[in-house]
């Protein structure tokens, strides 16, 4: 049974940072692409950061240089460390795996909320 579970979710001010964590059981991360979604009131769902089995990343224009997303292969983990955090950041965060370069795999996490106020 394949499950994702992401955390460090939370409530921080403009300007601060959070990390997410994603662990997975049942796949293995370092053999397919892994990204970050996210998901605020009203909007789709649209990709955060992607980083895939040789490790390559691509992240969404509004977050470069800003987050990063990073993969430790012997704890079979992925993250998304967020500076700078504006209020538009806000959302709900979501792990997935198992998709391509250009759309998301079966695979989802329960979600963790990021709150970024002003």
């Known amino acids: 049974q394949v499950q994702l579970v992401e955390s460090g979710g939370g409530l921080v001010q403009a300007g601060g940072s959070l990390r997410l964590s994603c662990a997975a059981s049942?796949?293995?991360?370092?053999?397919?692409?892994v990204g970050w979604y996210r998901q605020a009131p009203g909007k789709q769902r649209e990709l955060v950061a992607r980083i895939d089995r040789g490790g390559s990343t691509n992240s969404a224009d509004s977050v470069k240089g800003r987050f990063t997303i990073s993969r430790d292969n012997g704890k079979n983990a992925v993250y998304l460390r967020m500076n700078s955090l504006k209020p538009e950041d806000t959302a709900v965060y979501y792990c997935n795996a198992g998709g391509t370069r250009n759309s998301p795999g079966a695979y989802w996490g329960q979600g963790t909320q990021v709150t970024v106020s002003s």
């Open positions: 049942g796949i293995t991360f370092s053999i397919m692409y």
